[in-house]
Structure formats: structure tokens, C-alpha cells
């Protein structure tokens, strides 16, 4: 990506390599819009409650220092119960393969039909910060300490 920084916020240039030609380029349904769309590359049912891994038909080459991230459409999870297993799917910048979509039907009574070339997913590319990982014996006191998992409450209707 050629600046990330630029005033029109462009951010560059993903290269994308169609494995399928018989499949549309991913591109954006609106110029300002963050992720581009990915299609299924193959028709599929799923059943409520099931998961399929469905291939979209393109590869990329994100640079370093980015990820490439994989989000449900929202559009098909309010209308269908249709979301990712894994969401956001993480595509690593060494990554060249297929990008594939770990789809999940969420409705509990409704199948799912994907149509060969039906937008699944959508992609986004966001910078990245590399960490080197040390190993320490105390990670020092915070206010929170280890309080997770609704330690800090608020959710009290809704068990």
C-alpha cells in the first residue's frame, strides 16, 4: 500500500489475484466504504446450526506491516443469521491462497442458500503493529488487575 496516510485516505493499492474469472473483482459498493465484498465461489445450503468453508475465488497480497480481516455482511446476519465462525478471519500479509470463508447459520430453523457469485463476506485491510514477545515474571498492578469477563458488571437483567 503506497501511504496509508493520505488525505483522501485511498491508502494505496491491494493487488488481487482472481483464481476464478468467472467471479467479479472485489471492489467496494460505495467509494468510502472500509471493506471491499467477497463473493462465494461455489453454491452452498447450510442448515441451521451448520458451518461450511466457502472459497471466494481470489487471492491477496497484503503488504507488511497490514492485516487483511474477514467480517460478516451485516445485511445477511440480520436478514438470514448468516456470520463468520471466526469473525474477523485474519489473512497475514506471507498469506497467498484462496481467501476462505468459515460461514456459520445462526437462524435456528431456516437453511441458508448461497448462490455461486452472492456477496459472503467483506474484506478490510488495517495496519498492523509487529510485537516482539518477551517473557517476564510479573506483568506489574493495575487498577483492573484480572477482573474479566463482566468483572465490572451491568449485566445483571439479563441473567
Known amino acids: 500500500m503506497s501511504d496509508p496516510d493520505d488525505e483522501n485516505g485511498t491508502g494505496g493499492v491491494l493487488r488481487v489475484r482472481r483464481l476464478d474469472r468467472g467471479l467479479p473483482l472485489p471492489v467496494r459498493a460505495h467509494a468510502t466504504d472500509a471493506g471491499i465484498d467477497l463473493h462465494a465461489a ?4 447450510l442448515a441451521p446450526g451448520h458451518r461450511a468453508l466457502v472459497g471466494t475465488g481470489v487471492a491477496v497480497a497484503v503488504p507488511a506491516g497490514y492485516v487483511g480481516l474477514v467480517h460478516p455482511r451485516s445485511g445477511l446476519a440480520a436478514r438470514a443469521g448468516l456470520s463468520i465462525v471466526n469473525a474477523p478471519g485474519t489473512v497475514d500479509a506471507g498469506y497467498r491462497g484462496e481467501i476462505k470463508v468459515n460461514l456459520v447459520n445462526l ?6 442458500r448461497i448462490g455461486r457469485g452472492d456477496r459472503i463476506a467483506q474484506f ?3 495496519r498492523v503493529e509487529l510485537w516482539d514477545v518477551v517473557e517476564v515474571d510479573e506483568l506489574g498492578e493495575t487498577d483492573r488487575g484480572e477482573g474479566g469477563h463482566g468483572s465490572t458488571g451491568g449485566h445483571h437483567r439479563l441473567t
Open 124 to 126: 478490510l485491510v488495517q
Open 42 to 45: 461455489h453454491d452452498c445450503e
Open 107 to 112: 437462524d435456528p430453523t431456516e437453511p441458508v
